[in-house]
C-alpha cells in the first residue's frame, strides 16, 4: 500500500562530498512550536467532518498555556508571531483576551459556536527561552465559555538541536551547519514533500563539546529538513507478514458479510457457522483487510462505505445483510487514553441537534438516508463480550427451530406516552400475551423500578419503551439504568428492546456503555438484540418508524430483524431517526 516511505538508501559519504561553504547570514530560520491539546469532545458542535475534540475550556478566570522556546535568535529579523484558534460554545457573543507572558496582545471576537483564529504580532523581547504563558480569558460574562483548538508561536530559531532533533528550513542552495547533537551518527531526511521522503547522504563531525552535520538544500526551492540523532529511531516490535486479500474481485459473492476486528474472529465463527448450516452464504472479513484495499491501510469509515460499495455492486452474489463486530468510539485516535477500542468505526454525522453516531451511513450508497443494506452491529470490546452476544443469538435460534411459541411482550410508558405505547400494543398478534407498565399509572418510582425488572426478568420476546431517557437511563427517574441491566436474570430468555427515546443506542461513547449495551452485555441475561438511538429526535417520527417496525415483523411475510428495521424507517422523513436509529444485533435474526 502506498505510504511515506522513505526512498533513499543512505550512502557511504566520500571525501570532499561535504566540503560546501557554509551560505553567509543563514544563523537561524522561521520555526513553528504549536500546542493542540484534546481534552475535551463536544458532541454539540456541528463542524461537518472537522474532529470535535478540542483543548482547555476558557472562562472569566484566565485560562494558561505554556510554550516552549528552545535556541531562541534574539537578534534575527524575524517577526515574532502568536497564532490562536478558538472554538466557541455556548451561544452567545464571545470575547477572549489574551495575553503572553503578562504583556496584552489583543482580544478576539467572534460568535456563539464559530471556530475563529487569529495572529498576533509579538515583540521579541517578550519571548524567553524556556517556558512561555499565554493566558487566555472570557470577557462578556460568566456564560462566555469557549475552547482552545491550538496555539502556534514562531520565532527565530537557530541551526542547533533541541534534544538531538530538529526540524528546519534551509533556502535553495543554502548550505548550514546544525549543531547540538550528542552523537555523531547523525541521520537528515528531507521531508519537502511529506509524500515522499527522502534521505541525505550526511556525516556527523565533532562541533565543540557536540556533533554537527553540514547540510546543503538541493533544487531550486526552499527544503523542509529533518535531523535526527540514530538512536531515537523507533524500530518495530516484530515484523509479521501481510497476507494479501482480494475483497475487491468480482468473483466474490454472500449474502450477509461480517466485518470484524481480528480480535473477535474465532468469537463470530459460531454465527457464522451457524448462518451456513441454515442455506446462507457467508463471507467473514477482517477490517484490516478492507483498509488494506480501500483506503491504503489508513482506519476509516470511508473504507468500509467504498468496499461495501464495490460489494454491493460487482460481487457475483450481492450481500443483503452487513454485521459490524466490534465497538465504535468518537476517539478513534484515543486521545482520551481510553483504549484503542474503536474496533470497526462508525460514521460521525451532524444531526439537528448533535455529531453523533450513524452505522446507516455505511450502507447509505445514495446518500438520501436510505439504507441500501439490511445491517446491525455487535458492540463488544473483548472476545468474551462478544461470545456471550452469539450465545443469545444461538440460544434464541434454538428456541426458534424448536417452534416454542411466541414469549409476551412488556410495554413501558414513562408520564406523557401511554397513548402511543397503547397503540403499538395492539399491533401485536393476539397470541401474544402483553404486559403494560405505564409510570403514571403505578405513581411510585420506586414501585415501578420493581415491577419492571420483574417482567424483564421473566424473559418475554419484546420489551418496547416509550419515553424520556438519555445515554445509560429510562426516564428522569431512572427506572432502569446500565447498572440495573447488569444484574438482570432472564437467563436462556433473552429480550429483543426497541427503545423509542433519545441517546439509548449511543454505543460509541469512549467511557461508558450506552444502555442498549448494557442490555446485550448483561451476563445472566437481557437483550439479545436492542434498536436504539444514538441522538435525539421528536417523539412523532419514533412513533411512525416503530409502528411500521410491528407490521413488518409480525405481518403475513416474516421478515428478518434488520429487514424490518430497514425498511420501517421509510414510514418517517425524518432523516435524524432515519439515520440514528441502530440495530445493535444480527440482522439475520428472525423473531418468528
Known amino acids: 500500500t502506498a505510504g511515506k516511505r522513505i526512498s533513499a538508501k543512505r550512502n557511504k559519504i566520500k571525501a570532499g562530498d561535504q566540503n560546501w561553504t557554509e551560505s553567509p547570514g543563514l544563523r537561524s530560520f522561521e520555526f513553528t512550536v504549536e500546542r493542540r491539546d484534546k481534552l475535551i469532545y463536544a458532541p454539540r458542535l456541528l463542524n461537518g467532518d472537522a474532529e470535535n475534540i478540542f483543548g482547555a475550556l476558557i472562562f472569566s478566570d484566565p485560562t494558561e498555556q505554556t510554550l516552549a522556546v528552545k535556541n531562541f535568535d534574539r537578534e534575527a529579523a524575524t517577526q515574532v508571531q502568536l497564532e490562536v484558534a478558538l472554538q466557541g460554545l455556548t451561544v452567545q457573543g464571545h470575547e477572549v483576551h489574551i495575553m503572553l507572558n503578562g504583556a ?28 512561555n504563558t499565554v493566558s487566555l480569558a472570557s470577557g462578556n460574562g460568566d456564560s462566555d465559555i469557549s475552547f482552545v483548538d491550538y496555539l502556534r508561536l514562531t520565532y527565530a530559531h ?88 482480494n475483497w475487491n474481485a468480482r468473483t466474490n459473492g454472500a449474502d450477509l458479510v461480517i466485518i470484524t476486528h481480528k480480535d473477535f474472529r474465532q468469537a463470530i465463527e459460531p454465527l457464522a457457522t451457524l448462518r451456513r448450516s441454515q442455506g446462507m452464504s457467508v463471507a467473514v472479513v477482517n477490517a484490516e483487510d478492507v483498509y488494506d484495499e480501500f ?39 484515543n486521545y482520551m487514553d481510553q483504549g484503542a477500542n474503536d474496533f470497526v468505526p462508525t460514521k460521525l454525522i451532524d444531526t439537528d441537534y ?11 450508497f445514495t446518500g438520501q438516508g436510505q ?16 461470545s456471550l452476544m452469539v450465545s443469545k443469538i444461538t440460544a434464541y435460534e434454538q428456541e426458534r427451530e424448536l417452534n416454542v411459541p411466541l414469549r409476551d411482550a412488556v410495554m413501558v410508558a414513562d408520564n406523557g406516552f401511554e397513548t402511543q405505547s397503547a397503540q403499538t400494543k395492539a399491533l401485536l398478534p393476539a397470541s401474544v400475551a402483553t404486559k403494560s ?21 421473566q424473559g418475554p420476546m419484546i420489551v418496547n419503551f416509550y419515553g424520556h431517557g438519555s445515554v445509560g437511563v429510562w426516564t428522569g427517574a431512572g427506572v432502569l439504568d446500565s447498572e440495573l441491566a447488569d444484574t438482570l436474570t432472564n437467563t436462556n430468555r433473552s429480550s429483543i428492546y426497541l427503545m423509542m427515546t433519545c441517546l439509548n443506542g449511543y454505543a460509541h461513547d469512549a467511557y461508558i456503555d450506552s444502555l442498549g449495551e448494557s442490555v446485550l452485555k448483561a451476563p445472566n441475561g437481557g437483550a439479545v438484540a436492542v434498536w436504539a438511538s444514538s441522538g435525539f429526535t421528536p417523539t412523532a417520527p419514533q412513533f411512525a418508524m416503530n409502528s411500521q417496525f410491528y407490521r413488518l415483523l409480525f405481518g403475513g411475510q416474516p421478515l428478518r430483524l434488520g429487514e424490518a428495521a430497514r425498511e420501517a424507517k421509510l414510514a418517517t422523513s425524518d432523516l435524524d431517526v432515519r439515520r440514528t436509529w441502530m440495530l445493535l444485533g444480527d440482522p439475520t435474526m428472525r423473531v418468528r
Request: overall charge negative.
Open 158 to 245: 537557530q541551526y542547533t538541536a533541541d534534544n538531538n532533533a530538529l526540524r528546519f528550513s534551509v533556502p535553495a542552495g543554502g548550505v548550514v551547519r546544525v549543531d547540538g547533537f550528542s552523537t555523531a551518527n547523525i541521520r537528515v531526511v528531507d521531508i519537502t514533500d511529506p509524500n515522499s521522503p527522502l534521505e541525505l547522504a550526511t556525516s556527523g563531525s565533532p562541533s565543540g563539546a557536540g556533533y554537527s552535520v553540514k547540510v546543503q538544500a538541493l533544487g531550486n526551492d526552499t527544503r523542509t529538513l529533518m535531523a535526527f540523532a540514530d538512536d531515537l529511531t523507533w524500530h518495530p516490535a516484530s515484523i509479521t507478514a501481510n497476507k494479501p486479500s
Open 104 to 131: 496584552d496582545l489583543g482580544s478576539m471576537t467572534f460568535a456563539a459556536s464559530a471556530h475563529s483564529t487569529a495572529t498576533f504580532a509579538v515583540n521579541r523581547s517578550l519571548l524567553r527561552e524556556g517556558d
Open 354 to 364: 448533535m455529531e453523533t453516531a450513524s452505522d446507516d451511513w455505511l450502507v447509505d
Open 295 to 333: 483506503s491504503y491501510g489508513a482506519h476509516t469509515p470511508s473504507a468500509i462505505k467504498a468496499f461495501l460499495i464495490n460489494a454491493a455492486g460487482t460481487w457475483a452474489r450481492k450481500p443483503a445483510y452487513l454485521l459490524l463486530v466490534g465497538d465504535s468510539s468518537w476517539d478513534p485516535r
Open 371 to 386: 439504507a441500501d443494506m439490511a445491517m446491525g452491529r455487535l458492540p463488544g470490546r473483548t472476545a468474551a463480550e462478544i
Open 437 to 457: 407498565l405505564n409510570r403514571a399509572d403505578i405513581g411510585n418510582d420506586d414501585l415501578m423500578r420493581g415491577q419492571l425488572l420483574d417482567a424483564l426478568n
